[in-house]
Protein backbone atom coordinates (compact mmCIF):
# COMPACT_ATOMS: atom_id res chain seq x y z
CA UNK A 1 0.00 0.00 0.00
CA UNK A 2 2.94 2.55 1.08
CA UNK A 3 4.62 1.49 -2.20
CA UNK A 4 0.90 2.30 -4.60
CA UNK A 5 0.94 5.63 -2.78
CA UNK A 6 4.19 6.34 -3.61
CA UNK A 7 3.64 5.83 -7.31
CA UNK A 8 0.21 7.74 -6.87
CA UNK A 9 1.73 10.34 -4.96
CA UNK A 10 4.58 11.28 -6.74
CA UNK A 11 3.34 12.13 -10.06
CA UNK A 12 0.26 14.16 -8.57
CA UNK A 13 2.73 16.14 -7.37
CA UNK A 14 4.35 16.97 -10.66
CA UNK A 15 1.10 17.47 -11.41
CA UNK A 16 0.11 20.07 -9.47
CA UNK A 17 3.26 21.87 -9.46
CA UNK A 18 3.55 21.69 -13.48
CA UNK A 19 -0.03 23.56 -13.30
CA UNK A 20 0.97 25.74 -10.48
CA UNK A 21 3.90 26.47 -12.29
CA UNK A 22 2.10 27.14 -15.71
CA UNK A 23 -0.41 29.37 -13.77
CA UNK A 24 2.31 31.52 -12.15
CA UNK A 25 4.23 32.12 -15.26
CA UNK A 26 1.34 33.21 -17.26
CA UNK A 27 0.35 35.38 -14.48
CA UNK A 28 4.01 37.08 -14.63
CA UNK A 29 4.09 37.22 -18.47
CA UNK A 30 0.40 38.72 -18.76
CA UNK A 31 1.72 41.99 -17.97
CA UNK A 32 4.76 42.06 -21.19
CA UNK A 33 1.94 39.72 -23.10
CA UNK A 34 -0.97 42.61 -22.29
CA UNK A 35 1.92 45.89 -23.39
CA UNK A 36 2.12 44.11 -26.71
CA UNK A 37 -1.59 43.50 -27.20
CA UNK A 38 -2.40 47.15 -26.29
CA UNK A 39 0.40 48.20 -29.06
CA UNK A 40 -0.79 46.55 -31.60
CA UNK A 41 -5.04 46.01 -31.45
CA UNK A 42 -5.07 49.63 -30.25
CA UNK A 43 -7.13 48.64 -27.47
CA UNK A 44 -6.38 52.12 -25.51
CA UNK A 45 -8.03 53.58 -28.44
CA UNK A 46 -11.19 51.59 -27.60
CA UNK A 47 -11.10 53.02 -23.98
CA UNK A 48 -9.97 56.23 -24.61
CA UNK A 49 -6.85 55.86 -22.52
CA UNK A 50 -3.07 55.91 -23.23
CA UNK A 51 -1.02 52.90 -23.29
CA UNK A 52 0.65 54.00 -19.64
CA UNK A 53 -2.95 54.60 -18.12
CA UNK A 54 -4.40 51.34 -19.31
CA UNK A 55 -0.89 49.22 -18.15
CA UNK A 56 -1.48 51.59 -14.61
CA UNK A 57 -4.98 50.17 -14.60
CA UNK A 58 -4.21 46.77 -15.31
CA UNK A 59 -1.03 46.79 -12.90
CA UNK A 60 -3.81 47.73 -10.02
CA UNK A 61 -5.89 44.81 -10.91
CA UNK A 62 -2.83 42.33 -11.27
CA UNK A 63 -2.06 43.18 -7.71
CA UNK A 64 -5.73 42.47 -6.94
CA UNK A 65 -5.67 39.35 -8.18
CA UNK A 66 -2.04 37.87 -6.64
CA UNK A 67 -1.89 39.93 -3.52
CA UNK A 68 -4.09 38.16 -0.56
CA UNK A 69 -3.57 41.73 1.33
CA UNK A 70 -5.51 43.75 -1.69
CA UNK A 71 -9.18 43.36 -0.67
CA UNK A 72 -10.97 45.83 -2.90
CA UNK A 73 -10.46 46.61 -6.47
CA UNK A 74 -10.34 49.77 -7.71
CA UNK A 75 -9.02 51.19 -11.17
CA UNK A 76 -8.04 54.49 -11.65
CA UNK A 77 -9.42 54.98 -15.10
CA UNK A 78 -11.91 51.78 -15.67
CA UNK A 79 -14.98 51.68 -13.60
CA UNK A 80 -15.95 47.86 -12.43
CA UNK A 81 -19.70 46.83 -12.23
CA UNK A 82 -20.51 44.56 -9.26
CA UNK A 83 -21.16 41.13 -11.33
CA UNK A 84 -17.52 42.13 -12.58
CA UNK A 85 -16.15 42.84 -9.30
CA UNK A 86 -17.36 39.45 -8.08
CA UNK A 87 -16.11 37.36 -11.03
CA UNK A 88 -12.38 39.43 -10.72
CA UNK A 89 -13.11 38.12 -6.76
CA UNK A 90 -13.67 34.49 -7.58
CA UNK A 91 -10.54 34.63 -10.47
CA UNK A 92 -8.59 36.11 -7.39
CA UNK A 93 -9.45 32.98 -4.72
CA UNK A 94 -8.15 30.69 -8.20
CA UNK A 95 -4.76 32.62 -8.36
CA UNK A 96 -4.19 32.56 -4.52
CA UNK A 97 -4.49 28.82 -4.47
CA UNK A 98 -2.45 28.34 -7.51
CA UNK A 99 0.17 30.74 -5.65
CA UNK A 100 -0.03 28.48 -2.52
CA UNK A 101 0.64 25.31 -4.12
CA UNK A 102 3.46 26.57 -6.32
CA UNK A 103 5.05 28.04 -3.10
CA UNK A 104 4.19 24.52 -1.16
CA UNK A 105 5.72 22.21 -4.74
CA UNK A 106 8.77 24.29 -4.00
CA UNK A 107 9.23 23.94 -0.50
CA UNK A 108 8.91 20.46 -0.78
CA UNK A 109 11.00 20.15 -4.13
CA UNK A 110 13.65 21.45 -2.42
CA UNK A 111 12.90 19.56 0.86
CA UNK A 112 13.06 16.05 -0.63
CA UNK A 113 15.91 17.22 -2.62
CA UNK A 114 18.62 18.31 0.28
CA UNK A 115 16.91 15.66 2.85
CA UNK A 116 15.10 12.62 1.86
CA UNK A 117 15.24 11.53 -1.85
CA UNK A 118 14.46 13.55 -4.97
CA UNK A 119 10.85 13.26 -6.47
CA UNK A 120 10.82 11.41 -9.36
CA UNK A 121 8.61 11.50 -12.31
CA UNK A 122 9.34 8.34 -14.80
CA UNK A 123 9.65 9.17 -18.80
CA UNK A 124 6.60 6.86 -19.23
CA UNK A 125 4.65 9.42 -16.45
CA UNK A 126 5.98 12.55 -17.64
CA UNK A 127 4.53 11.15 -21.33
CA UNK A 128 1.01 10.70 -19.90
CA UNK A 129 1.15 13.83 -18.24
CA UNK A 130 1.85 16.11 -21.22
CA UNK A 131 -0.71 14.35 -23.33
CA UNK A 132 -3.52 15.15 -20.69
CA UNK A 133 -3.52 19.00 -22.39
CA UNK A 134 -2.63 17.66 -25.79
CA UNK A 135 -6.27 16.70 -25.75
CA UNK A 136 -8.07 19.71 -25.77
CA UNK A 137 -5.30 21.49 -27.48
CA UNK A 138 -7.09 21.34 -31.23
CA UNK A 139 -10.54 22.06 -29.86
CA UNK A 140 -8.71 25.65 -28.01
CA UNK A 141 -6.68 26.23 -31.27
CA UNK A 142 -10.11 26.19 -33.78
CA UNK A 143 -12.43 27.50 -31.26
CA UNK A 144 -10.76 29.20 -28.85
CA UNK A 145 -13.67 31.38 -28.46
CA UNK A 146 -16.06 28.35 -27.01
CA UNK A 147 -12.86 26.55 -25.42
CA UNK A 148 -12.83 29.86 -23.70
CA UNK A 149 -16.59 29.52 -22.62
CA UNK A 150 -16.15 25.98 -21.56
CA UNK A 151 -13.14 26.64 -19.55
CA UNK A 152 -14.90 29.54 -17.05
CA UNK A 153 -18.62 27.34 -17.23
CA UNK A 154 -15.90 24.43 -15.28
CA UNK A 155 -14.22 26.54 -12.80
CA UNK A 156 -17.20 29.22 -12.58
CA UNK A 157 -20.44 28.82 -11.09
CA UNK A 158 -21.98 31.77 -12.63
CA UNK A 159 -22.02 33.92 -16.00
CA UNK A 160 -20.42 36.82 -14.16
CA UNK A 161 -17.48 36.33 -16.50
CA UNK A 162 -19.77 37.49 -19.36
CA UNK A 163 -18.92 40.95 -19.19
CA UNK A 164 -20.95 44.05 -20.78
CA UNK A 165 -18.61 47.02 -22.26
CA UNK A 166 -20.83 49.38 -21.70
CA UNK A 167 -20.06 48.76 -17.36
CA UNK A 168 -16.84 47.00 -18.01
CA UNK A 169 -14.86 48.86 -20.45
CA UNK A 170 -11.89 46.70 -19.40
CA UNK A 171 -13.14 43.83 -21.28
CA UNK A 172 -11.99 45.98 -24.50
CA UNK A 173 -8.37 45.65 -23.14
CA UNK A 174 -8.44 42.20 -21.94
CA UNK A 175 -8.95 40.75 -25.35
CA UNK A 176 -9.58 37.80 -26.64
CA UNK A 177 -5.73 37.54 -28.43
CA UNK A 178 -4.55 38.24 -25.23
CA UNK A 179 -6.42 35.36 -23.43
CA UNK A 180 -5.25 32.71 -25.93
CA UNK A 181 -1.59 33.92 -25.72
CA UNK A 182 -1.81 33.83 -21.85
CA UNK A 183 -3.45 30.04 -22.06
CA UNK A 184 -0.51 29.67 -24.56
CA UNK A 185 2.07 30.66 -22.00
CA UNK A 186 0.84 28.46 -19.44
CA UNK A 187 0.21 25.42 -21.43
CA UNK A 188 4.01 25.50 -22.71
CA UNK A 189 5.34 26.13 -18.95
CA UNK A 190 3.34 22.84 -18.15
CA UNK A 191 4.93 21.20 -20.75
CA UNK A 192 8.11 22.13 -20.52
CA UNK A 193 8.41 21.36 -16.85
CA UNK A 194 7.66 17.64 -17.82
CA UNK A 195 9.57 17.50 -20.78
CA UNK A 196 12.75 17.67 -18.77
CA UNK A 197 12.02 14.50 -17.12
CA UNK A 198 11.89 12.59 -21.06
CA UNK A 199 15.80 13.68 -21.15
CA UNK A 200 16.78 11.87 -17.81
CA UNK A 201 17.78 8.24 -18.13
Given at each position: MKKFLSKLGQPLFHFFFAVSSAVVGAIVVSWPLLLLFTLLEKTYQTVNLTVGQVMSNYNQLLLYLVWPGQTKLQMSNLPTSASAAAHFADAKNLFILAELVFLLCLALSSYFRNYKKPLKLTQTQALLLMLLPIVVMPFALTDFDSF?????????????????????????????????????????IYELYLARYLLKK
Amino acid sequence: MKKFLSKLGQPLFHFFFAVSSAVVGAIVVSWPLLLLFTLLEKTYQTVNLTVGQVMSNYNQLLLYLVWPGQTKLQMSNLPTSASAAAHFADAKNLFILAELVFLLCLALSSYFRNYKKPLKLTQTQALLLMLLPIVVMPFALTDFDSFFRVFHTFFFRNDNWLFDPATDPVINVLTEGFFASCFAVGGAIYELYLARYLLKK
